[in-house]
């Protein structure tokens, strides 16, 4: 028979995180799932891991001839799913409780019209003392996003892929020349495909871990893999996307993060091409000011506010 679910996941050497998430997936009420394991790993300690499920769970393993690296290896995972649906897991995320999985799966049932859903979830924080943090959407955040898939801007609302259950549509993968806007951009490019219409579960299915060993982690603040990484994606969604005010308040917040002064630092992290005259005007607007005044939140906002307003009529 036919999986209903693909749980797909993209493994890379943590095996005591892989383990966990295992054993999660083994405790779901729901039953009518595939688990799709890629191996990233140098090594065969994932592989003699997975072996000991096979008489437990429905698992199809998979070891790379080659290191995919992300995100490449997520969309590895989904070729070789054969499910109608794919909820993607990390290997360091697992699932709440035991109906986690029931829940998902009760929203198609409810919705067979949609094809995007994502829950509340549970952030784990194993840098403190694993610290526990639900996040959820608020309505007025749930209705802005319905409203424009670019409200992602703002704050990625929906969290990362673990978070999700999605159709499978083989027109839409994960984009590989990203690791630090790789999720949102999909999130993006899917939604305006199924016209904004998802579903989200405000229960917490999911726990989110957080810790050192992750590709954000070494992705954070670092300009050689932001810059390039949000330009290419200005560039590709078209430079009137800047626009929307949350857009542009996006890149007003990374050039001051970064301390992005010149155009030559933007050519010295890595992206070649012309910026587009208001980033250009936004860098130089920036650089008139001291850092801490541009670090002070009510006064950032004004000054972007301002820029926003002297050239919105430009941004075509």
């Known amino acids: ?28 009420s729901y039953k009518n799932f595939e688990v799709v394991i890629t191996d990233d790993s140098p090594d065969d300690q994932v592989e003699k891991l997975v072996h000991s499920y096979l008489q437990t769970l429905p698992v199809k393993y998979f070891r790379n001839e080659k290191s995919l690296g992300t ?15 794919i909820k993607i897991m990390h290997d360091d995320d697992w699932f709440a409780d035991k109906n986690s999985l029931q829940k998902f799966a009760d929203a198609i049932a409810a919705n067979e019209d949609k094809s995007f859903f994502f829950s509340a979830y549970v952030i784990i924080h194993e840098q403190e003392n694993n610290r526990k943090e639900i996040i959820r959407l608020s309505r007025t955040d749930e209705n802005k996003l319905k409203g424009s898939s670019l409200y992602l801007f703002r704050k990625n609302y929906i969290g990362n892929p673990s978070c999700t259950l999605f159709r499978k549509d083989p027109a839409i993968v994960f984009d590989n020349r990203f690791q630090w806007v790789v999720d949102f951009e999909f999130y993006i490019r899917f939604l305006n495909k199924y016209k904004n219409d998802f579903v989200y579960i405000n229960d917490t299915l999911v726990n989110i871990s957080v810790n050192q060993s ?17 330009h290419i994606l200005i560039n590709e969604m078209g430079f009137g996307k800047l626009q929307y005010i949350y857009v542009y308040d ?67």
Not at 71 to 84: L, M, V
Not at 296 to 305: C, E
Request: include cysteine; glycine fraction near 4%.
């Open 250 to 316: 996006y890149f007003w917040r990374l050039y001051r993060n970064l301390r992005i002064k010149s155009i030559a630092q933007i050519k010295e992290f890595g992206y070649p091409d012309e910026l587009h005259p208001a980033l250009n005007s936004m860098i130089n607007w920036q650089k008139a000011f001291p850092q801490n005044v541009l670090t002070f939140g009510p006064v950032s906002k004004i000054l972007m506010a301002l820029h926003y307003l002297t050239h919105v009529s430009k941004l075509k």
């Open 1 to 28: 028979m036919t999986p209903f679910i693909s749980i797909c996941i993209p493994a890379y050497k943590r095996v005591h995180y892989l383990q966990r998430l295992l054993d999660s997936i083994g405790f779901q």
């Open 71 to 85: 995100p490449e290896n997520w969309n590895e995972a989904i070729r070789q799913s054969s499910g109608d649906w």
């Open 214 to 230: 992750q590709v954000t982690k070494s992705a954070f603040r670092s300009g050689n893999i932001e810059i390039p990484e949000n």
